[in-house]
């Protein structure tokens, strides 16, 4: 399987997806925008970083390039598609996943290590884990906050679609634990499909032992 | 500030006529002290810039050091002083954007950035307004291009009430077949110029950076601070990354002071050649600008490269698939640095026609008249130890940096083993099975009370960091700022920093391999203490042992605390004075730091060592206050106040289960004494003298978050 490290101008985590991948034994490469999906792609990621500056608004521009008419035809014949942090951002804009994410509570930058609790454990992205695990995931954003009206919001969770919620080192979900001011402490989602999640924490970032610990490799083994 | 009628008279001689209205603002900028180091140049032959590791030493846009025999390390600083004053967060964005560039060039590419700031009292609203602008431009510029920001660090002293200083350091990768250098090669090349278009911004930047602050500058110099673009730069890096990949680029320079001018000029005059240059082929943002504008601007996120004919076409294109301008700007030659421009009028002028080497190398050197700075004399107040211990504790300057350091994305590139918030940062270089620390600052409270001391003590606190980390130091790179040279006492204090600095690293055996120099960073408020920020590299073997796992500053709360090094007897420029009054000399440095600093690397590799941080800023106070957490505390007993708040590098508290092997590790090197317990109940108990003290870990940590409160 070939995972395609979707980078467009300004992505700067598309590296270290690669390096996180490869380390778990999964190929992966990164892609160029402009160059589209290639014909094996079996695994889609939408990497962090600053696409197109985060001018416009955090994701706004990359969602309407032309590759994510193609990304998006990926999903919808169930290929795995990961946006993490600025490609959740993407995510959203082009309507992988319900909501959005706006400026954390702080209005600053936050790069900061967080407890995850994983809400439910039969999706490809949390098969490593058990449901009510609490894992340690490092965030880096100024705009994570998840944002969506209150009766969406209790669709998102009447579905099941919350993948992690932002919680204490004892999986309590509570707003002091909560980095950003996310609606719900939601920190990842769900898309129509269980295929598609998108998450501002960054799994890559928790994969390589010798750097940020190894609770994020669950995320990633989705693409094995 | 116009040429100087003694430059013009030099100038005139050289050329054989008056010099055109554009090669006057080009030699008023390159000649400028900012460019041409005219009143430093003759103290910096006292730096040791050599080892066997250095590849590239000072004098290109960043030095090079081998970590093995294919991979490199590059190393540069660069300072943002004057604007980051008039805009503090354009100002601090394009100097993580300059010093990222000049990585860049090297054939590099960036792995970790480092900030030392330095502002007024902290109690001050301008100051606070200056720190919060520039944590965000920084914040705003280094994230966004996705290099960690990995360490620095923050200083409030009055001193910097007119005039902050923002010292940006890069270190970035590269191999020896990749490597680039700024040394232009073959008359014929081409001179490309590629990334944002010139508009009219950052004119005469080199110029104002080498004046005092006037009382105006806010509003007056605005035009002269550019804005940068984070999202044209990352394309720039990854752009830059594709020439070096396809081995396209011949040499190259960044465009930073004095613009395409300076950058052109310098990259020919370096490989004894010359240029050809057409100004009216620089794509541009803006209509009707003229040959000085197009020259001079410092419109950022721009370089040029020296390309071989035939791959001209290929550079364009690359360019091109990143958004980015580029454009054929004439060609290297073996005759004078000439440009052309065609105004208005369609008539083509030759507007610069000079030696590029008169241009770059030929600014006289100033000698300045200097008085050596004295020693204070002891007169040790009698504080309180709890009050001086809360007040010390609480100091912004020792307190924690976690407001700043969380708002730099400190972990993307996946190589940060090490945090920031800890004695030095860690990077994971797997290509050459080599952990990385970095550790960056001074400390201007040292330095204003005894600059050659201080400078010294500064030294030694940076590698002492590296030390707690487990690596032993490679390299260093400077940036030396001071106040307006012309003052006899300012320059005297300067050069006595420059010479401590100098003669600690020797001592140390750290090759200063490149560096920056900031004078006239003086105001209506006074001049900046001496401030010799050092950003000091060091290695450890990853292959055996820890890997790139180091012990935390933070104590398990099981073994044994030692305190090992030399206590330096006096209190000069330390955290304690500043808040108690009085006044003492500054405190005996070690003798053979090198055999110290290599002594506490080991210690920091041994299994039976749970954490070790170092001493400096704020003494044993603050290390001891640092280690406590909810689970750990310390147990300690000290003779007195002196003990408490020496500030003496070279020293740490290690936390240990087998004390005899940290003894046997300094054996004949320094003495290890033992402070006391590291205890599980959370609590730092201290007796000091007659006096006890206790502090639990919420009441530490309260104090020591005061930025985050005030700022919050």
């Known amino acids: 399987m070939t995972v395609a490290v979707v980078t467009f101008g300004g992505s700067n985590c598309d590296r270290d997806a690669v390096r996180a991948l490869s380390h778990l034994g999964i190929d992966a490469e990164r892609v160029w925008h402009e160059d589209g999906l290639p014909a094996d792609t079996e695994g889609v ?101 998840f944002e969506t009206r209150d009766d969406r919001l209790a669709e998102l969770e009447a579905a099941d ?55 994020g490799q669950g995320v990633l083994r989705a693409f094995a | 500030m116009p040429l100087a009628d003694a430059d013009r008279e030099l100038v005139v001689g050289e050329l054989g006529r008056d010099p055109t209205r554009t090669e006057t603002a080009l030699f008023e900028n390159l000649w400028s002290e900012h460019c041409a180091y005219r009143s430093s140049r003759p103290l910096l032959s006292a730096f040791d810039s050599e080892s066997d590791d250095v590849v590239v030493g000072p004098g290109d846009d960043a030095a090079v050091v081998a970590l093995d025999d294919d991979t490199y390390v590059t190393l540069g600083v660069e300072s943002h002083n004057h604007p980051s004053y008039v805009d503090p967060f354009d100002g601090a964005a394009t100097g993580v954007g300059g010093i990222v560039r000049d990585t860049m060039s090297m054939g590099a590419y960036p792995v970790g950035l480092t900030d030392s700031l330095y502002f007024g009292d902290f109690d001050r609203e301008h100051s606070r307004y200056l720190f919060e602008g520039v944590v965000e431009g920084i914040s705003h510029y280094g994230n966004a291009i996705g290099v960690p920001t990995v360490g620095g660090s923050v200083a409030f002293h009055d001193g910097y009430e007119g005039n902050p200083l923002v010292n940006v350091a890069c270190v970035g990768l590269t191999t020896e077949d990749r490597m680039v250098t700024a040394v232009a090669a073959e008359p014929g090349n081409e001179l490309v110029l590629v990334g944002n278009a010139t508009g009219r911004d950052g004119l005469g930047g080199a110029s104002f950076a080498s004046e005092d602050l006037s009382e105006d500058a806010e509003t007056e110099d605005r035009p002269a601070v550019q804005v940068g673009d984070p999202y044209a730069e990352k394309r720039l890096i990854e752009c830059n990354e594709a020439l070096v990949d396809e081995s396209l680029v011949v040499s190259a320079r960044d465009l930073g002071a004095a613009g395409l001018g300076g950058a052109s000029c310098e990259l020919v005059a370096k490989g ?72 208005d009028d369609g008539d083509r002028e030759t507007v610069v026609d000079a030696p590029a080497a008169y241009l770059a190398d030929g600014a006289p050197t100033n000698d300045l008249e200097r008085v050596d700075p004295v020693q204070p004399e002891r007169d040790l107040p009698d504080a309180r130890v709890a009050e001086a211990f809360e007040a010390v504790v609480g100091d912004p300057n020792t307190a924690s940096k976690r407001w700043v350091y969380r708002q730099y994305d400190h972990e993307v590139g996946a190589r940060t083993a090490v945090r920031p918030g800890d004695d030095a940062a860690l990077l994971a270089v797997r290509e050459a099975e080599t952990g990385l620390a970095l550790s960056a600052g001074a400390e201007p409270r040292w330095t204003a009370a005894a600059p050659y001391e201080g400078a010294r003590a500064v030294a030694v606190e940076n590698a002492t960091n590296l030390a707690s980390v487990g690596a032993t130091p490679l390299a260093a790179v400077d940036c030396l700022n001071g106040g307006n040279p012309e003052k006899p006492e300012v320059y005297g204090a300067f050069a006595a920093a420059v010479d401590g600095l100098a003669d600690a690293c020797s001592a140390l055996d750290v090759p200063v391999v490149g560096g920056n120099v900031s004078l006239y960073n ?9 401030t010799p920020t050092l950003a000091m590299v060091g290695t450890r073997d990853a292959a055996d042992g820890r890997g790139y796992d180091a012990p935390p500053t933070a104590f398990a709360g099981e073994g044994t605390l030692l305190h090992v090094g030399e206590p330096g007897g006096a209190l000069g420029g330390s955290a304690y004075l500043a808040h108690a009054g009085g006044s003492d000399r500054f405190p005996d440095l070690p003798r053979d730091p090198k055999t110290v600093v290599a002594s506490l690397a080991g210690v920091a590799g041994l299994e039976s060592t749970l954490a070790v ?84 870990a919420d009441a530490v940590r309260e104090r020591r978050a005061v930025i985050e409160r005030e700022l919050a």
């Open chain 1, 45 to 145: 990621v939408l990497p962090g970083g600053f696409s197109y500056g985060d001018y416009l608004r955090a994701g706004a521009m990359a969602a309407r390039t032309p590759v994510m008419a193609e990304v998006r035809e990926c999903a919808d014949e169930g290929v795995p598609v990961l946006g993490v942090c600025n490609g959740a951002q993407i995510g959203c804009e082009a309507g992988l996943t319900d909501g959005a994410f706006t400026t954390n509570r702080s209005a600053r930058f936050q790069c900061e290590h967080v407890h995850l609790r994983v809400e439910r454990a039969d999706t490809p992205w949390t098969a490593a884990y058990d449901e009510g695990d609490v894992v340690e995931v490092p965030i880096a954003h100024g705009e994570g906050r």
């Open chain 1, 161 to 215: 679609r919350v993948l992690f919620r932002y919680c204490d080192a004892d999986g309590n979900v509570t707003d002091a634990a909560n980095p950003n001011g996310s609606a719900g402490n939601v920190a990842g989602l769900l898309g129509a499909r269980e295929t598609v999640a998108v998450m501002m924490p960054h799994p890559e970032r928790a994969t390589l032992p010798d750097v940020g610990g190894t609770d």
């Open chain 2, 272 to 343: 004894g050649l010359g240029a050809q240059i057409d100004l009216n082929a620089v794509h541009q943002r803006e209509p009707g600008m003229n040959a000085t504008e197009i020259l001079l601007a410092e419109s950022q996120e721009r370089m040029v490269y020296e390309v071989r004919p035939e791959d001209a076409e290929r550079v364009a294109e690359l360019a091109d698939r990143f958004d980015l301008g580029c454009s054929v700007i004439g060609e290297v030659t073996d005759g004078n640095y000439v440009c052309t421009f065609e105004g």
């Open chain 2, 522 to 530: 003086d105001s209506a408020a006074g001049p900046v203490p001496p």
């Open chain 2, 613 to 696: 941080h170092d001493v400096s800023h704020g003494g044993l106070a603050v290390t001891l206050a640092e280690g406590v957490s909810d689970d750990a505390g310390a147990d300690v007993a000290v003779d007195g106040s002196l003990e408490l708040f020496d500030e003496t590098p070279g020293r740490a508290v290690v936390e240990t289960t087998d004390p005899d092997a940290v003894r046997d590790a300094f054996d004949g090197v320094a003495p290890v004494e033992t402070l006391g317990e590291a205890t599980t109940d959370g609590t730092l108990s201290l007796s000091v003298g007659d006096a006890e003290l206790a502090y639990d």
